[in-house]
């Protein structure tokens, strides 16, 4: 039987704990923040390395002080070789941090606003991310497509290193969605790469705009590639990316019921 002092114990160590993962995490950035400045002006894979290191520690302060910990399922379904797409379910910054731990030197699509704050806008560009920009998400000028496209092929073609896509463009809660968009079969069709669908439910432990996270196990659940020749096969996006929308988002369902 839970009494009120026993719950009011169980606050206050939450409590403590939270302080605790946000204090050394701030630490921990601190700590790296002249590491990465330096780096700045070595070759990307050094800076890709060490912020694989950090996220690492993100990970492991994450299991200590809020005894929340990750598993990754399907991880033979990722080549070996050569470059691929990820398109992944998006519902917290979690999976931001977390894909640098299982991913070799990840390219992420992002927004172009993160490439204007100070430091870190630095750092994002020194290691290759892709920026986009929100406002022509309904009908993206030429120039703005073929800059992604160039980007990608650049990341997927010549350094062979796989690029990361919220195929939804922003985050959304458990067992909700945003359409899709085309950028992840375009790029799929310009490179003829495959795509590796995931899923997940970090949105159910790591809520976004919340101090308090939940304990548990969040999954990442690596599912089988959808290959370049289904997208050579057809010229009709929409019904590419319907399958794709489809694939995800049922087992990403399947993870939060």
């Known amino acids: 039987m839970t009494t009120p002092h026993s719950t009011l114990v169980n606050i206050l160590i939450r409590l ?32 890709h390395q060490a912020v694989t290191l950090f996220c690492h520690g993100v990970m492991t302060l994450m299991a200590l002080f809020l005894g929340l910990r990750y598993r990754v399922t399907g991880a033979h379904h990722l080549p070996q070789h050569g470059g691929y797409i990820v398109a992944s379910k998006h519902q917290s910054a979690w999976e931001t941090l977390a894909f640098f731990t299982f ?7 992002l927004k172009q606003e993160l490439l204007r704050v100070p430091v870190m806008g630095r750092l994002l560009a020194h290691m290759g991310m892709i920026p986009v920009s929100r406002r022509s998400k309904s009908s993206p000028s030429s120039s703005s497509h073929d800059t992604f496209l160039h980007h990608g092929k650049k990341a997927l073609i010549t350094e062979h290193r796989p690029v990361v896509i919220f195929p939804e463009g922003t985050r959304t809660k458990p067992g909700q969605h945003t359409r899709y968009r085309q950028g992840v079969i375009r790029l799929a069709q310009y490179t003829h790469a495959p795509i590796i669908p995931i899923a997940l439910n970090s949105g159910v432990f790591w809520p976004r705009h919340t101090f308090f996270k939940k304990s548990g196990i969040i999954d990442v659940v690596i599912l089988p590639p959808l290959l370049p020749k289904n997208f050579l096969a057809t010229e009709n996006e929409k019904s590419l990316l319907q399958t794709l929308e489809n694939t995800i988002e049922t087992a990403s369902s ?4």
Request: proline share 12%; charged share 5%; with cysteine.
């Open 16 to 47: 403590v704990g939270h302080i605790l993962f946000y204090t050394t995490i701030c630490a921990l950035f601190l700590c790296h923040l002249p590491i990465f400045i330096i780096l700045l002006a070595f070759p990307p894979r050094y800076t």
């Open 254 to 257: 399947n993870l939060i019921k």
């Open 103 to 109: 991913l070799p030197q990840p390219t992420f699509v």
